[in-house]
């Protein structure tokens, strides 16, 4: 039985990991979660799982009663009890956090030699280079919950060297709307995806396509890829999650339908698959998929991704701060729609990069830009 711990357990991603250790209790044990402040849904995890040992929480004052009816349970607050949830007596911890948050935890998590399922982009996205490093130097292996990347690690070879990889994006809800006709839209025709249910953050990043700018940068970590062997098609269906071109020209692709359990589940069971974990695909309702390229000065922020790759050091700390600040301003109804990626261009042209890529000059940059980017209006 695999010991499971989540960070951010009340998630979009959490609550998918949660369903299937509930759908398979004879493959799962629940150990250790985070749920930052949401003590109800908290609650619910205690009550049902006897199993857990070890939680993290905002403020250890708001779980005073659970502490008392609970003895048997090691409560933390704050960025200690993501630490500690991230080095519990686990076997693969499932890092389900948003944003740059999930970083020190999954460095933490590699030093205690823990298995990571990912979905956390930020800690690639930022540090990258270190983190595979550290991986690779404690044998940790790292499984990737983004559906993409999910489907690529589903579709390699390991006898046969890839020639590319070939990353689909749905175009979200703007897809085709005008530069005129973005300068309006609301908070909630943003929130508003065609085919994926997730999180605020990521559902704006989707809109911006800033999520798949940062699935190009987890790629090349993730698979150890060049910047010309990683190309982004648009694909509104989402039914084909992405693919692989090997040497001799023959491609792969993962397709299934747009739910996160196939992914989610694949990394708690490598190199098993549970059984029913999702309806199937019928290929005789009308299935259609079609391909687009991405209008890149439309979607500036995929010639973002790809310069940074170039640029390397501190660039998508800066890159993935700025864009942690502009996007909180655009749910708060601060700024535009528009004004996101303009914040994001502004901090990286004003913020130093650092070449030196150390947890250190991460952290710091990061601090940075968000000081820069909070003035921005």
């Known amino acids: 039985m695999k010991k499971i711990a989540i960070l951010g357990a009340s998630g979009s991603i959490g609550k998918t990991t949660i369903q299937i250790i509930k759908e398979h209790q004879e493959e799962f044990k629940l150990v250790a979660v985070?749920?930052?402040?949401?003590?109800?849904?908290?609650?619910?995890?205690?009550?049902?799982?006897?199993t857990i040992e070890v939680v993290g929480v905002?403020?250890?004052?708001?779980?005073?009663?659970?502490?008392?009816?609970?003895?048997?349970?090691?409560?933390y607050e704050g960025n200690d009890g993501l630490n500690k949830v991230a080095t519990s007596n686990c076997d693969l911890l499932v890092n389900a956090l948003v944003g740059f948050v999930g970083l020190v935890p999954t460095i933490e998590a590699i030093k205690a030699k823990i298995d990571i399922a990912l979905a956390n982009k930020e800690t690639l996205v930022v540090a990258g280079k270190l983190v595979t490093k550290l991986a690779k130097e404690n044998n940790v292996k790292i499984y990737p919950i983004d559906s993409e990347h999910s489907a690529i690690f589903q579709c390699l070879e390991s006898e046969n060297p890839i020639k590319k990889v070939i990353l689909t994006a749905s175009g979200g809800p703007f897809l085709n709307k005008s530069?005129?006709?973005?300068?309006?839209?609301?908070?909630?025709?943003?929130?508003?995806?065609?085919?994926?249910?997730?999180?605020?953050?990521?559902?704006?990043?989707?809109?911006?396509l800033m999520n798949k700018a940062f699935?190009?940068?987890?790629?090349?970590?993730?698979?150890?890829?060049?910047?010309?062997?990683?190309?982004?098609?648009?694909?509104?269906?989402?039914?084909?999650h992405s693919m692989v071109e090997f040497r001799d020209g023959s491609i792969k692709a993962q397709l299934g339908i747009s739910s996160m359990k196939i992914p989610v589940s694949y990394a708690l069971?490598?190199?098993?698959?549970?059984?029913?974990?999702c309806e199937s695909i019928s290929?005789?309702?009308?299935?259609?998929?079609?391909?687009?390229?991405?209008?890149?000065?439309?979607?500036?922020?995929i010639k973002l991704a790809y310069y940074?790759?170039?640029?390397?050091?501190?660039?998508?700390?800066?890159?993935?701060?700025?864009?942690?600040?502009?996007?909180?301003?655009?749910?708060?109804?601060?700024?535009?729609?528009?004004?996101i990626i303009e914040i994001v261009k502004e901090t990286l042209k004003a913020?130093?990069?650092?070449?030196?890529?150390?947890?250190?000059?991460?952290?710091?940059?990061?601090?940075?830009?968000?000081?820069?980017?909070?003035?921005?209006?």
């Open 34 to 50: 985070s749920v930052y402040s949401n003590i109800t849904y908290l609650k619910e995890l205690l009550s049902e799982f006897k």
């Open 58 to 75: 905002k403020d250890l004052k708001e779980v005073e009663k659970y502490i008392l009816d609970y003895p048997n349970v090691l409560f």
């Open 179 to 208: 530069f005129k006709e973005l300068e309006t839209v609301t908070v909630e025709d943003a929130l508003n995806h065609p085919n994926w249910k997730m999180g605020k953050k990521i559902t704006i990043d989707s809109a911006t």
């Open 215 to 240: 699935e190009i940068v987890e790629a090349k970590w993730l698979f150890d890829l060049k910047p010309n062997q990683i190309e982004v098609v648009i694909h509104p269906q989402s039914k084909i």
């Open 269 to 277: 069971t490598y190199p098993k698959r549970l059984d029913d974990v």
């Open 283 to 301: 290929f005789t309702s009308h299935l259609t998929f079609d391909f687009y390229p991405v209008d890149t000065n439309r979607f500036e922020v």
């Open 308 to 339: 940074g790759l170039l640029k390397q050091g501190t660039y998508f700390a800066i890159m993935n701060a700025s864009n942690e600040v502009a996007v909180e301003k655009f749910l708060n109804k601060e700024i535009s729609f528009v004004r």
């Open 351 to 377: 913020i130093p990069i650092d070449d030196e890529v150390t947890l250190e000059s991460i952290i710091e940059a990061d601090k940075k830009a968000r000081v820069y980017a909070r003035r921005l209006k």
